[in-house]
C-alpha cells in the first residue's frame, strides 16, 4: 500500500515535471550544447599529441571524452539555485505543508530535465560520431547497463552534496556562491578537462579519496572501455552516498527548525 | 551626451551597488576564495598539458602563463561588470521593470551595463595582473611605451569585444524571454580563451576567430606582450572590436523596438 503510494507520488512527479520540461526544449538544446567543453579539451589533446605521454591512442582519448560529455549530461545538477530562488520567493513555505520532502520535486525535475535532454545529447553524440568515425564503438549490455548505474551514482552524490549546500540558505540565505566554489574542484579534479590518470602523481596519491574522480573519470573509463577499477569505483561511490544521505538528513531537519519564511 | 552627467550618475550607481553588496560580507569572502582556486585549477591544468611536451601550438609553459594571466583579467571584468548587469536585463524584461529605465531621463544602454558592480571580481584581476607581472620577469619583458599603448589597445579591445557579446546574448532576453542558457554557451565557449588559438585544429580556429572571435581576445593581447605581434592583428582587432560594438549599441536600439512590456 505505502510503496503503491509512494510508487505513485513519485510518478505523477515525474509525469509533471517532464511535461513542463518539454515547454522549454530550446532552453535545453542550448543546455546541452553549453557542455561540449570535453571535445575543446580532445582538441587540444590531440592536437598536440598530448596523449603519448599517458599511454591512450587517440581513438580511446576521443571515446573518453565522448563519454565524459555523456556523464556530465547526465550528472548534472543545480538545486541549489532553484532552492535558492524559491526560498527568497517564499515558495519553499508551501512545499513544507505538503507530506513529502520538497526535494524529491527537484530530484524528479532533474531527471525530468535529463530525460529531455537525452536526444539533444544523441544529436551531439552522433555529429561527433561524423566527424571522427573511427571513434565509433558499441559497448557491451553489461558495461552500458553498469555505466548508467555509476552515472547515476554520480548524479545523486552530485546531488545530495548541492541539496546539502542548498539548505546552507536556511542560514546565509546566498548559498550558491558556496556552490561556485565547490564547483572548482569539481572542474579541474572530476576528469572533465582531462582524465584523472595524466595528472601528476601527487594529486593521484590523493584525488582517489576524494569524491570528484567518481563524478566524471570513473563512469566515463568505464562507459570508454578504458581501463578502470570497476568494483572499487563502484564502491567508492556507494560509501560516499552513505556518507552523504544521514548528513543531508541532520542539515535539512535543523534548517526546517531555522527557516523563517521570507517574503511573509 | 552630458559626459559629466554621467560620471555624475557613474558614481552615484558605484556607491549603491558597493553598499548593497558589501551586506552579504561571507559571499564576498567565498567568492575571493572561488577566484584564487579558480586561477590554482587553470595553471594546474596547463601544467598537465606542459608535463610531458615542451609546447603546445608553439607556446611555451611561460608563454602560455601570460594568456592565463590576461583571461584572469577578462574574467574579472566580467564578474565584476558584465554578468552582474547583464543578466539583470533578463529580469527587467521578465517583470517588465525595463519600462522604468527607458522612462529615465539617460540612455538606457548606459544604465542597464553599468548600474550593478560585482566587487568580488576586482581580487580576480589583482590577481591577473599579478600573474602578468610575474610573467613578465619570468619572459625577461622590459617595460617600454610603444609596448604598453599597444598592449593596452588590444586589452580594451578585448573588452569591447566581450561586452558585446554578452550584451549581444542579453538582448535577445527581450524575443525570447529567457536567455540564462544562451548565457551558459557563451560562457563555455569563452573558456577556450585560457588556450592559445594555435593549440586548437585548422577548423576550430577558424569558428574561434571569425565565427565567435573568442580565442582571438586573449590571444593577441599575449601575443602584443611576448612582442611577437603583427601589425595587421593589432589593426584587426581594433576594427572587429569597433565592429561589435557598434553592432551591439544598433541591435540595442532595433531591439527595443520591439519590446512590449510585460504584464501591460
Known amino acids: 500500500m505505502t510503496s503503491n503510494l509512494i510508487n505513485r507520488k513519485i510518478f505523477t512527479l515525474l509525469k509533471v515535471q517532464y511535461s513542463n520540461m518539454l515547454e522549454y526544449r530550446v532552453e535545453i538544446a542550448l543546455w546541452a550544447i553549453s557542455g561540449i567543453i570535453p571535445f575543446f579539451m580532445l582538441n587540444i589533446w590531440t592536437n598536440n599529441n598530448l596523449n603519448e605521454s599517458i599511454n591512450i591512442s587517440d581513438v580511446m582519448l576521443s571515446r573518453y571524452f565522448l563519454c565524459a560529455f555523456f556523464v556530465r549530461q547526465f550528472s548534472v545538477v543545480w538545486v541549489v539555485f532553484s532552492f535558492e530562488e524559491d526560498s527568497l520567493m517564499g515558495k519553499v513555505s508551501p512545499y513544507l505543508i505538503q507530506p513529502l520532502n520538497p526535494f524529491f520535486r527537484y530530484f524528479a525535475q532533474h531527471v525530468a530535465e535529463q530525460i529531455t535532454r537525452f536526444p539533444f545529447a544523441l544529436i551531439i553524440g552522433f555529429f561527433f560520431f561524423i566527424f571522427n568515425p573511427e571513434s565509433i564503438w558499441i559497448p557491451n549490455l553489461g558495461i552500458l547497463l553498469l555505466s548508467i548505474v555509476s552515472t547515476f551514482l554520480s548524479f545523486l552524490i552530485q546531488f545530495l552534496i548541492q541539496s546539502i549546500i542548498a539548505c546552507l540558505c536556511f542560514w546565509t540565505e546566498k548559498a550558491s556562491s558556496i556552490e561556485r566554489l565547490l564547483f572548482i574542484p569539481t572542474l579541474f579534479l572530476s576528469g572533465l578537462l582531462a582524465p584523472v590518470v595524466s595528472f601528476p602523481a601527487f594529486v593521484k596519491s590523493w584525488i582517489y579519496l576524494t569524491p570528484f574522480p567518481y563524478l566524471i573519470d570513473f563512469p566515463a573509463n568505464l562507459l570508454s572501455g578504458n581501463e578502470t577499477n570497476i568494483s572499487g569505483g563502484l564502491s567508492m561511490q556507494i560509501l560516499w552516498i552513505f556518507l552523504l544521505f544521514p548528513l543531508f538528513k541532520k542539515i535539512w531537519s535543523e534548517g526546517t527548525k531555522k527557516y523563517t519564511a521570507m517574503g511573509s | ?264
Open chain 2, 1 to 264: 551626451m552630458n559626459l559629466r552627467k554621467y560620471l555624475k550618475v557613474y558614481k552615484k550607481f558605484l556607491h549603491t551597488s558597493l553598499a548593497s553588496e558589501l551586506e552579504y560580507k561571507t559571499n564576498i569572502l567565498v567568492d575571493l576564495t572561488t577566484a584564487i582556486l579558480s586561477l590554482v585549477g587553470s595553471i594546474f591544468l596547463l601544467s598537465i598539458f606542459f608535463q610531458n611536451n615542451g609546447n603546445i601550438g608553439g607556446w611555451e609553459f611561460e608563454q602560455a602563463l601570460i594568456i592565463q594571466g590576461i583571461y584572469t583579467i577578462l574574467n574579472g571584468i566580467t564578474n565584476t561588470w558584465f554578468n552582474p548587469n547583464l543578466t539583470e536585463i533578463v529580469k527587467h524584461i521578465r517583470e517588465g521593470t525595463l519600462d522604468f529605465v527607458l522612462l529615465k531621463p539617460i540612455d538606457s544602454q548606459f544604465f542597464i551595463s553599468l548600474k550593478k558592480i560585482n566587487p568580488s571580481g576586482f581580487l580576480e584581476i589583482m590577481l591577473g595582473f599579478f600573474l602578468l607581472l610575474f610573467c613578465m620577469r619570468i619572459n625577461q619583458i622590459n617595460l617600454n611605451l610603444s609596448f604598453l599603448t599597444l598592449s593596452l589597445i588590444t586589452i580594451s579591445c578585448s573588452i569591447c569585444i566581450l561586452y558585446s557579446l554578452w550584451f549581444f546574448i542579453s538582448t535577445t532576453t527581450i524575443w525570447f524571454v529567457k536567455t540564462w542558457n544562451a548565457i551558459e554557451v557563451l560562457r563555455s565557449f569563452l573558456y577556450i580563451g585560457r588556450f592559445p588559438l594555435n593549440s586548437f585544429s585548422f577548423s576550430l580556429r577558424i569558428f574561434f576567430s571569425v565565427f565567435i572571435p573568442i580565442a582571438f581576445i586573449t590571444t593577441i593581447p599575449s601575443e602584443v606582450f611576448l612582442g611577437f605581434s603583427q601589425l595587421w592583428k593589432i589593426m584587426l582587432e581594433v576594427i572587429v572590436a569597433s565592429v561589435f560594438l557598434i553592432t551591439s549599441r544598433k541591435f540595442w536600439l532595433f531591439a527595443l523596438k520591439f519590446y512590449s512590456s510585460a504584464s501591460s
